[in-house]
């Protein structure tokens, strides 16, 4: 395990950054190319680990993948993998792949690392089945997945009770297969970038505000212009935010609805917001962000805004520190079953820091005192842990050590040279 100790530069920050592709909308563009037969090319895959672990997956099923270019024989033409396939840490890749597997003729083992093969799969198991797709979990509800070698797969009409995007996703693409038109509904609050992309491309529908409809049949092969990860460019926003007079301009970033609950906190909390969109990928529009520090003040942040920014919930924690009075976040249980239990890795945190924070079963509660000082965090393993301890650093009275830094690869390899090149 490795530790990296930062300073803070004690100055404005004035950059525009270019942050590497969007993690999800990297996920979803190999697996759509790797669904549909014939040559797709995508462009701006993020960088991470993560997105590597589905690139190595869809080669494990035969698919080309050289350079920009996808290569795919169609899921129907799949190969027979000679080993169980190596999700890494990688959630997304290991959920999303289990439901274009599961209906499919071939029978594959999906693994991941000691982290990952904690984390609850067991949501998978009725929304695959309704589809008379294959999947078995271990006792405890985690991996190794067994999916595939389903005969005959059906319509279903299922409903979760967890605005889960990846969930959805994957009966989404279990759904492709099946014999007719299915739906899935679920609460509000999730990232809709699956529906989106399978509406453009004439396989569904929305029902309603949170139904929607898939109709099954092949894919055809498609250009992916993925753009910045706005997941990556909150740790430059979070930066600004809490220094008035810093600002930074990330170019290029997906601004998806369901992907903007951190800039709407931001907002809330009385960051300048700029943000204008200038195209499209798939039906996610994108476009420019300009994010610029100004006095902050505590919010509270449950309900949808929880699903929108789940993964950037450790990094408000730290805005909440350098904002007037208390920052607030509750409904927030799925942290408890992240990479870590982000709900005690980020009170770890800051305690660590001489933050002053309190947990709940749900989220947390943060007092807005002003400043942190130096001394030393535990990443435990967990890329957003690691990356909010950064921006804490940068910021700190004294300088910050963070073990286990290198997990930031997971997401984003340059994390630390480009938070240390844009002063």
């Known amino acids: 395990m490795l530790s990296r100790t930062i300073t803070n530069p004690e100055r404005e920050l004035k950059a525009a950054v270019q942050v590497p592709g969007d993690k999800s909308l990297s996920h979803r563009s190999l697996l759509f190319a790797a669904i549909a037969e014939g040559d797709s090319y995508v462009t701006g895959l993020g960088t991470g680990d993560d997105v590597a672990s589905t690139v190595s997956a869809i080669r494990a099923l035969g698919v080309r993948v050289d350079g920009n270019l996808v290569r795919s024989p169609g899921r129907a033409g799949w190969s027979q993998p000679r080993e169980p396939i190596d999700c890494g840490n990688s959630g997304t890749t290991i959920r999303l792949l289990a439901g274009a597997l599961a ?6 083992t999906l693994v991941g690392d000691e982290s990952l093969s904690m984390r609850p799969m067991g949501r998978l198991v009725e929304p695959l089945r309704s589809l008379g797709g294959h999947i078995e979990v271990s006792e405890r509800g985690t991996a190794p997945l067994h999916v595939g070698g389903a005969s005959a797969p059906h319509a279903a009409n299922f409903s979760i009770d967890v605005a889960s995007a990846q969930v959805r ?6 759904a492709l297969a099946s014999s007719g038109p299915s739906t899935i509904d679920s609460p509000g609050g999730f990232r809709d970038h699956t529906e989106r992309w399978l509406e453009a ?3 569904g529908s929305w ?3 949170t139904m929607f409809r898939i109709d099954p049949g092949p894919l055809a092969p498609a250009r992916y ?4 990860d706005p997941s990556s460019a909150a740790y430059l926003w979070a930066l600004a935010a809490i220094q008035p007079g810093s600002e930074v301009l990330t170019p290029g970033i997906s601004l998806n609805p369901g992907r903007l609950g951190f800039l709407e906190i931001l907002g809330k909390m009385g960051a300048g917001i700029e943000a204008a969109v200038t195209g499209s990928v798939g039906g996610d529009p994108i476009g420019d962000v300009k994010v610029s520090g100004q006095a902050l003040r505590g919010v509270d942040v449950g309900g949808d805004l929880v699903a929108s920014a789940l993964d950037e919930l450790p990094l408000v924690a730290v805005i909440g520190v350098f904002a007037e009075g208390i920052t607030q976040v509750s409904g927030a249980e799925e942290l408890r079953v992240k990479e870590s239990d982000r709900i005690d890795a980020t009170t770890a945190m800051l305690r660590a820091l001489d933050g002053g924070v309190e947990p709940s079963n749900d989220g947390f509660a943060v007092v807005g005192t002003g400043s942190l000082s130096g001394g030393t965090v535990d990443s435990r393993g967990d890329h957003r842990i690691a990356m909010a301890a950064t921006v804490a650093a940068l910021r700190a009275d004294g300088p ?3 073990f286990g830094a290198e997990c930031a ?4 390899p340059d994390f630390y040279d480009t938070m240390e090149s844009v002063w």
């Open 103 to 108: 209906t499919s003729s071939i029978s594959v």
């Open 169 to 174: 996703s994957s009966f989404e693409l279990a």
């Open 201 to 203: 491309a004439g396989r």
């Open 207 to 209: 029902s309603s505000d």
């Open 225 to 228: 212009d993925v753009p910045g």
């Open 400 to 402: 910050v050590e963070i």
């Open 409 to 412: 690869a997971v997401s984003w």
